[in-house]
Nanobody, 113 residues
Framework: QVQLVESGGGLVQPGGSLRLSCAASGGIFRLFAMDWYRQAPGKQRVLVAGITRGSNTNYADSVKGRFTISRDNAKKMVYLQMNSLNPEDTAVYYC???????WGQGTQVTVSS
């Protein structure tokens, strides 16, 4: 019933920035806690950042101070602003309704010179 679509990925040089977006439909978005995950080839999918329905946030240590998660309930959107990117950030990034099986298809982020 819930659909999620990620966008905004692409190729960026080390030190650059990208802003990812996740568009939600089919649910009462304002009641959902939302998370961003990422998965590199051959690696486990790991939590990057989370935001509650009250807009409290949490971050993985690896991205703290560089990434910012935010939400716009009126637009049913979740964002991930990524700054100071490095090659270790290369992965497919997914959004998720917390504690659910609702995932988007992912958006590829490649950090390379």
């Amino acid at each position: 019933q819930v659909q999620l679509v990620e966008s905004g990925g692409g190729l960026v040089q080390p030190g650059g920035s990208l802003r990812l977006s996740c568009a939600a439909s089919g649910g009462i978005f304002r009641l959902f806690a939302m998370d961003w995950y990422r998965q590199a080839p051959g690696k486990q999918r790991v939590l990057v950042a989370g935001i509650t329905r009250g807009s409290n946030t949490n971050y993985a240590d690896s991205v703290k101070g560089r990434f910012t998660i935010s939400r716009d309930n009126a637009k049913k959107m979740v964002y991930l602003q990524m700054n100071s990117l490095n090659p270790e950030d290369t992965a497919v990034y997914y959004c998720n309704v917390r504690s659910s099986s609702f995932w988007g298809q992912g958006t590829q982020v490649t950090v390379s010179s």
